[in-house]
């Protein structure tokens, strides 16, 4: 018996790891090598590789892969459809699996619907990614990034509250949490 739970469509092989509490949902497949931490959701269609390493509450909506490579944090939010990539040049006449390159979403951050978040990048702590960005560089932690390519256009809270900065400092009106901006970073105060 097992402390998590696997709707009956879904396929978990041999070898993957999953957390007490975790939910599968519908269609999924779990492959061997996978990590895959407590609390989590895997929503309708999630495919996790072969040494993707997801951390714990993280919730994963319909229809994304997390391929080798990829490391989710605890806490992050992957929105439906989001798309991760692991090879910068992939052809499919040659292989690349020595060139995978990692891709790491820090703790609390979020991805919006249909994203892209290209390999090798990290999206820092509490970072936003919105609706149908495509992200090519590393995204500082508490952005709100948006467009083609992806650019900041403001910070966020922990708390998922946008911030708006008055001579470089915020304090989130929902929650409280005060905020100092520096070069090209937010951090808490």
Not at 26 to 33: A, I, L, R
Request: proline share 3%.
């Amino acid at each position: 018996m097992t402390d998590y739970f696997v709707h009956e469509s879904s396929y978990v092989d041999d070898g993957a790891r999953i957390g007490k509490g975790t939910r599968i949902w519908h269609f999924c497949h779990v492959m061997s090598g996978a990590e895959i931490g407590a609390g989590c959701s895997l929503g309708q269609n999630v495919v996790v590789m072969p040494g993707a390493k997801i951390g714990n509450n993280v919730k994963i909506q319909n229809n994304v892969s997390i391929y080798e490579g990829v490391v989710l944090e605890d806490d992050v939010f992957c929105g439906p459809s989001c798309v991760f990539t692991n090879v910068s040049t992939p052809r499919s006449h040659i292989s690349r699996r020595e060139e995978f390159e990692r891709t790491l979403v820090r703790r609390g951050a979020a991805i919006g619907a249909n994203a892209t978040i290209v390999c090798g990048v990290t999206l820092g702590e509490y970072a936003l990614v919105g609706a149908g960005a495509v992200v090519t560089s590393d995204v500082p932690a508490y952005a709100l990034m948006v467009g083609v390519p992806a650019r900041r256009v403001g910070w966020m809270c922990r708390c998922g509250e946008r911030l708006h900065l008055a001579g470089g400092r915020a304090t989130c009106g929902r929650c409280g949490t005060g905020y100092l901006e520096g070069e090209r970073e937010l951090r808490p105060v």
